[in-house]
């Protein structure tokens, strides 16, 4: 891994390729599993935490999650919570480790951020539901996680509740927004009592007629949401994503238009954000916080150099090539080839499924989107 968190072969000291993601990608991924989750409990202080909350590390059936050492006794509590197909602890996706580098697929960056402001921290895994025996035919269900809202619900029992914190805040990527909306109508009277605010990034949850006053009042209050969008960083944003979400929505920017593999567009957006949804955890209120708010148009940037044959020069040679090997691929597949798996959830297509990738795993399989 280099400075700037992209990985690399170990042996040749090459980036990765598309040919290595498809040989590699579950190696790949348990090494920066280890990496990430070491970082977290030496350099950040952070312990493992089960789910069952009486198990012990050697019990076969359970789910870890992560609390900051300080999380019982903190006045202000945050809980990370991703999901996706796969993902563990301290990642917000896969995809991103794979093609944008540990510094932008992992949470390591906003776990300091947070430490730095005096928040305890609780990182949920909702991802894990079952336990695969070693006979690989046995699947057990995980007493209080066999489901994502049930790990929700047991989080909040076990660890939440446990906390003296006097605000409890969320910030949630992709459908995490799903879950955290679900914990204020199953956990409602006891979160409200202790409701700080909520952060999301490119949430997948909508605004239901059925949902209770009191969700409604928090995600048009206390609720901020950023996606990427062509308006400069800051904007608020009109349209749909309001009117689906629930919430005040506000642009993350968009890289130039030479970086707009999606990958890249959804680290952007991540690594761009970050001081301004710390500032509205502190402001708490919706309304105060964009009042004072100003839009940020990107900077121009210049086009990448390229070198004779084609490939790009410079600091932001290595993700380009990559996108480029990206493009080719799917070049290819136009002309006969087809894909094996959503980039994203890695959902395996199969004869009958549309090869259309999620943008955000908000389905049951990336076909139906």
Known sequence: MDAEGMIHLKATGKGLDDSDLAVHQDEIINSVVKYVQDSM???????????????????????????????ETCKKLLVF????????????????VLHAGVKSGSMLEYFRKAIDEGYGIIVANPNKNVIVMRDGKQRLQIPGSASPEEHMDSLWDAYVARSSARRVYFLGYSYGGVLIKYLLQSRGDQLMRRNGAIALIESSHRIEDGDSQSVKSILAHRTMYWESNDLPFQTKLDGDAPHRTGCTCLSAGRPPRAHANHYYVTAFCINKIE???FRFLETRDATTYVAGEKPIPEPPVSAPAFMGNGAPVGPGAPQLQRQESARREANNSKMGTSEKHCNLCLFHFTLFDRRHHCRMVQYGAASVY
Not at 81 to 96: I, T
Request: positive net charge.
């Open 275 to 277: 001081d301004a949804l």
């Open 81 to 96: 919570v991703a999901v996706s197909r796969g993902l563990y602890p301290g990642l917000w996706s896969r995809g991103l």
């Open 41 to 71: 409990r030496k350099e950040l202080g952070f312990r493992e935490a089960y789910i069952p909350a009486n198990s012990t590390p050697e019990a076969p059936v359970k789910a870890n999650v992560f609390v900051s050492r300080n999380y």
